[in-house]
């Protein structure tokens, strides 16, 4: 979208997504969005929902257990309903 081609912090920062899906098709969809992101790296991670609280919490877990975060200074968690401006 061209809110993030025109901000330069968007446009130029690293996206993770983690996902908790059992629908491969809903996940494959998350994907393709996410690639049309104008800059920065992009990575995708999707695994089984375990529930609602638990999935969040893993998410954190699974980011800085596997290394994810490492070598950034800090890390912005937002839900889908969430926008920060």
């Known amino acids: 979208?061209?809110?993030?081609?025109?901000?330069?912090l968007c446009s130029q920062a690293d996206v993770i997504l983690y996902m908790s899906s059992?629908?491969?098709m809903v996940a494959?969809?998350?994907s393709e969005l996410l690639h049309r992101w104008p800059g920065g790296k992009k990575s995708v991670h999707i695994a089984p929902n375990?529930?609602?609280q638990k999935g969040a919490m893993l998410a954190l877990h699974m980011?800085?257990?596997?290394?994810?975060?490492?070598?950034?200074?800090?890390?912005?968690r937002m839900n889908p309903d969430v926008y920060i401006y």
């Open 63 to 76: 980011g800085f257990s596997q290394g994810w975060f490492d070598g950034y200074a800090w890390v912005i």
């Open 22 to 24: 059992n629908d491969t």
């Open 1 to 8: 979208p061209e809110i993030f081609r025109n901000s330069s």
């Open 28 to 30: 494959a969809r998350f």
């Open 50 to 52: 375990p529930g609602k």
